[in-house]
């Protein structure tokens, strides 16, 4: 782990998973976001030394295995670590299967509450930031009452956690399907539309939040939101790994 004397910036990424939304074209996905990940977070100035790099975690759930996986479990490195550098982590992926012919329930909100509480952060290290990354293409089952929007919006923001979501909902920007929107202090929606020249622009007219699967949008677009998180369209953004 990192000490906490390391002037440098770092990241710890927690990525947060459904199971039962990661098919072939999914893991595809997963697999260049992990590596974009670092490439940008590098480019940002954060994990540069080779001390304190960037580190990442795999929390899953919605698992068919038992009533734990439906909530969240963690998937350890080859190490046995539960936070590891990127290539290492791309191992981690790879442990996650593939088209599951059965999948359990899927509550988002506990999964988020199970890696906050167990994957083992930084928190100690000012200069240490965390990010996570929660992608489901289906809608909250209710399977922990105490993981409440309330009170995984105070968590976020006590943590300094920066949410971003891929979920099954879509959005618009000038009449034009966006990949996904995040919120402008004090409240101004902004799209991100597909460009051709960079891998998005963006618009801050006329972005309307589109019909979201089941309580997507009650649930996980406006927690997100809501805590100065981005949340993308799943379907859209996934769909080029397949």
């Given amino acids: 782990m990192c000490p906490c004397s390391c002037p440098l910036k770092a990241a710890d990424v927690l990525l947060v998973l459904d199971e039962g939304s990661i098919d072939t074209g999914v893991r595809r996905w997963l697999f260049d976001l992990v590596g974009h990940l670092e490439q940008e977070l590098v480019q940002e100035g954060?994990?540069?030394?080779?001390?304190?790099?960037?580190?990442?975690?795999?929390?899953?759930?919605?698992?068919?295995?038992?009533?734990?996986?439906?909530?969240?479990?963690?998937?350890?490195?080859?190490?046995?670590?539960?936070?590891?550098?990127?290539?290492?982590?791309?191992?981690?992926?790879?442990?996650?299967?593939?088209?599951?012919?059965?999948?359990g329930r899927s509550d988002g909100y506990a999964a988020i509450k199970y890696a906050l509480d167990h994957l083992p952060r930084r928190n100690g290290c000012p200069s240490v930031s965390t990010v996570m990354v929660h992608l489901t293409l289906r809608d909250r089952e209710v399977l922990d009452a105490q993981a409440s929007k309330a009170l995984l919006e105070q968590r976020l923001r006590f943590e300094n956690v920066i949410l971003q979501s891929f979920v099954q909902s879509q959005f618009s920007a000038s009449g034009q399907p966006a990949l996904g929107v995040y919120r402008q202090p004090p409240d101004t929606l902004v799209g991100y539309l597909p460009s051709l020249s960079a891998f998005y622009r963006l618009q801050n007219q006329s972005v309307s939040l589109g019909a979201g699967f089941g309580s997507t949008e009650e649930d996980y677009v406006m927690l997100t939101l809501d805590t100065g998180g981005g949340v993308y369209n799943g379907r859209f953004v996934t769909a080029a790994g397949s």
């Fill in 46 to 103: 954060f994990g540069t030394s080779l001390s304190c790099g960037n580190l990442f975690g795999l929390v899953a759930y919605g698992g068919s295995q038992s009533a734990q996986a439906e909530k969240g479990r963690i998937i350890m490195s080859l190490e046995g670590t539960a936070m590891s550098n990127w290539t290492n982590f791309l191992d981690v992926l790879g442990n996650i299967a593939t088209e599951p012919t059965t999948f």
